[in-house]
């Protein structure tokens, strides 16, 4: 059924199926009009297959969509490896799949070039069907991770939006307006837009199922497949060998990136405390602190577990049980549900202690909130890490580093002398000017931009001591060079837009 070579000069559809699907179910009569397509003769096709029952077959577990994701890039690297494009076209649950690969592989500095996703029909806030199919079927793994509240989707959610994927990925979207399982607000970012596409007719089945050329939706993904990229392809992806290349502004650090990091004296005291014990970084928004924070912890050779919080803002879960059920998820690939956080605690340290990882180091960031439930975050994290120190078998295999915009430490009573032994509280403070126009003067060759004097003066005034606006602002020049925008209006542009 499946057209596949092993030309790697040939590029690929990779179909990835749905809740409860399978290659042949779901995509077999489009495989046939994609096989049959001249316009398409050039391209293999190919499906990730993964198992999606009703009921969990006995002596066999169902892989989470963590799992599931990982297991979509182990069949990318083994098979596709050195493909120049693959188009994944993915329905319902696969979309989460696809995205959550998508997520994991930038967070890992494995964003890799050619990789493009259409979406079809894919709950990306969840769905009510799911909700109702949990009750009829309460242990299957599948419909719970796809209910409107799952921790799993919104924690999913925060880090598409915090990693801004679709500036660097190319990812389209398209909804049945009769779909009565994934309803298209939850399908579609927005109603309007080139690459959000809604088909009235179509409901959950037939919008993968086109019976002729003319119907919509087999357009819309023919489209999709001839479409060249929109998103630029800057140069912080994959090469063919799979060795990251640097990108010289890079908006999460990796190794790759240390020609284009300029170092700073703050970087020394940051790396000695984190070394002392765990460490909390607090600074304005564009100062740096995710960059600091992921380098002192990849220089030293740890590994990189990174949890953003932000997804648990709207749900009834207090941030210390979401940091456990995180660092838990992260550890064993399976998310724990419950609030108990000495239980919670005690199922993280058990994980550790059966894992071979040397050394991990915990990056909490997006803790969402305020005043004393800050407070009380943060007192229960002394707790853990207590905990931790105390036993002789995992003091030495643990870090914690922890960033926020506002500075605990102002508001810890003064009589707290035992969470300030515990933790130590840094602040990450706004660049100097020298350090701005170093960080301009380091970063511009490489782009092969080129500023008048007056103009780079003027990036660096405008930038208020903040390294991201400065890469930012050379993005969109890489990005638009035909605009023939001037700087002062193109700032004022992005500033509308919110990018800086």
């Not at 398409?40 to 892989?63: C, G, H, K, Q, Y």
């Not at 300029?262 to 564009?286: E, K, M």
């Not at 606006?469 to 700032?491: C, M, N, P, Q, Y």
Request: glycine fraction near 6%; aromatic fraction near 8%; hydrophobic fraction near 40%.
């Amino acid at each position: 059924m499946i057209r596949t070579t092993r030309d790697e000069n040939r590029d690929l559809i990779l179909f990835v199926h749905g809740l409860f699907g399978s290659p042949r179910t779901t995509w077999g009569a489009l495989f046939e009009l994609v096989k049959s397509d001249i316009q398409l003769d050039n391209w293999d096709i190919d499906a990730f297959e993964f198992p999606s029952t009703f009921f969990r077959r006995f002596l066999r577990r169902t892989a989470n969509i963590t799992e599931l994701a990982a297991g979509l890039s182990t069949a990318i690297r083994a098979s596709h490896a050195d493909r120049r494009r693959i188009k994944i076209i993915a329905h319902s649950l696969g979309g989460i799949v696809v995205r959550k690969y998508i997520v994991d592989q930038v967070k890992a500095g494995n964003a890799l070039t050619g990789i493009e996703a259409l979406l079809l029909a894919s709950p990306s806030t969840g769905s009510d069907m799911a909700s109702l199919g949990q009750r009829l079927i309460p242990h299957n793994r599948h419909l719970k991770q796809l209910h409107p509240h799952a921790d799993a989707l919104h924690s999913l959610n925060e880090d598409w939006k915090a990693l801004k994927i679709e500036d660097r990925v190319e990812v389209h979207y398209a909804a049945g307006g009769a779909d009565a399982v994934v309803y298209p607000e939850s399908a579609l970012p927005t109603l309007t837009g080139p690459k959000h596409s809604l088909i009235p007719s179509c409901d959950h089945s037939s919008i993968v199922r086109p019976s002729s050329y003319d119907d919509i939706s087999y357009k819309i993904i023919r489209k999709f497949v001839l479409s060249k990229a929109s998103v630029h392809e800057a140069a912080g992806n994959l090469s063919n060998n799979g060795i990251k290349v640097p990108d010289p502004l890079f908006d999460i650090y990796h190794a790759g990136d240390e020609a284009y990091y300029l170092s700073r004296p703050d970087d020394d005291n940051i790396l000695r405390s984190v070394l002392s014990g765990p460490l909390w970084i607090s600074g304005d928004s564009g100062v740096g602190k995710t960059s600091l924070a992921r380098r002192v912890v990849i220089r030293s050779g740890w590994k990189l577990q990174h949890i953003m919080l932000g997804g648990y803002s709207a749900l009834d879960v207090n941030p210390t049980s979401a940091f456990l059920r995180e660092a838990i998820g992260l550890e064993t690939g399976s998310y724990a549900t419950s609030n108990d956080v000495p239980a919670l605690t005690w199922e993280l340290k058990t994980a550790i202690s059966s894992s071979q990882i040397p050394v991990r180091c915990f990056l909490v960031e997006e803790i969402p909130v305020s005043g004393q439930q800050l407070l009380d975050f943060i007192s229960s994290i002394v707790n853990i890490t207590s905990q931790f120190d105390s036993d002789s078998k995992l003091r030495d295999q643990v870090r914690f580093v922890f960033t926020s915009i506002a500075d605990p430490d102002t508001i810890i009573p003064t009589g707290q002398t035992k969470t300030r032994e515990r933790i130590s509280f840094t602040r990450a403070i706004r660049w100097k000017v020298e350090h701005i126009r170093g960080l301009l003067n380091l970063i511009k060759p490489p782009t092969g931009i080129s500023l008048s004097t007056e103009d780079d003066e003027s990036v660096i005034r405008s930038a208020d001591g903040m390294p991201r606006f400065v890469k930012h602002v050379l993005r969109d020049i890489r990005d638009r060079r035909t605009t023939g925008e001037g700087l002062a209006d193109r700032v004022k542009r992005l500033d509308a837009e919110g990018k800086l």
